[in-house]
């Protein structure tokens, strides 16, 4: 497979139009065939669902080159999975764990050319969505909706590649109890774009929000969860009903127990024990670990001791061995990996 011209190492985490993508239409209470297209156009009634309530949620996962050249993406099942508990919180019809997986590979397949090379550190995102298409007025959820996955090559989600960050502790809430944090729901982040444009005019990279109800507990960033590492190299997630169950979260705490012979917890993190934590990550597809340097709380200064240059040892590790076994480097565990 010849890949295209695309400076590949030069890259950010933007959108590049790529020829293809898939589409399924429901209506009438069941999913059309779906098919790939080259129309990245969406033509919608005024009226449509998703306009006026927002009715829309999505996904995100990488496709990557191995070092043997296979195209390969990571745990297409737990995105599959994670979509239908969304869609069926936002009164959605589900899309089929079976049919997402297998869009999935067909739009991989028919963009293998946009699979940046192994070794250029991009990867290719895929973003698969769905949204109410019908009109609809009265507060109510749509009944046609349309499912569909682009693709577009990346490079890092944070600027400074793994320079560690700055975040700032928000004035604002990301997620109610009761809410819909813990799904991929687009409301999520309509709401969330005016407190990250806030941190960004502060000169912050992301935030940090903290339970709404009690403001004392951890709760996760715009895009990403928390990973902490205590003084005695204890890897520590926050737990909570209000955040998105991050795949790459729970992956590397598979990564920590099984592959670096580490323990894992996954438990309440109060703010007041951050200062005590030896290192800090933020994990997701995106951010895969993006190393935090630096967490602000309304002019008191946290300083990880890891530092402001490079990633701590314990979260260099996790993300060497993350990476290594989506990259093909390193034996995954069983039905991680899947083969284009
Ligand atoms: N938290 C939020 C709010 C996110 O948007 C994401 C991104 O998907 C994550 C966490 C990380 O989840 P995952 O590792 O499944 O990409
Ligand atoms: C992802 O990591 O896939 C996300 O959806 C996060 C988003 C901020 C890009």
Known sequence: MEKKNLDWSGIGFGYIQTEQRYVSNFKDGAWDNGCLTEDSTVVLNECAGVLQYAQTCFEGLKAYTTEDGRTVTFRPDLNAERMFDTAKRLEMPSFPKERFIDAVKQVIKANEAYVPPFGSGASLYLRPYMFGTNPVIGVKPATEYQFRIFVTPVGPYFKGGAKPLTLCVSDFDRAAPHGTGHIKAGLNYAMSLHAIVSAHADGYDENMYL????????????????????????????????????????????????????????????????????????????????????????????????????????????????????MGRIEPPKGWIVEI
């Open 211 to 326: 339970d709404a109800a009690t403001r004392t507990k951890v709760e996760e960033t715009g895009g990403a969860n928390f990973l902490f590492v205590t003084k005695d190299n204890k890897v520590v997630t926050p737990k909570s009903s209000s955040i998105l169950p991050s795949i790459t979260r729970r992956s590397l705490i598979t990564v920590a127990r099984d592959y670096l012979g580490l323990e894992a917890e996954e438990r309440e993190v109060s703010f007041d024990e951050v200062k005590d934590f030896a290192e800090c990550g933020l994990c997701g597809t995106a951010a895969v670990i993006s190393p935090v340097g630096k967490i602000v709380d309304h002019g008191n200064e946290i300083c990880l001791p890891s530092g402001m240059n490079e990633m701590g040892p314990v979260t260099k590790k996790l993300y060497d061995t993350l990476t290594g076994i989506q």
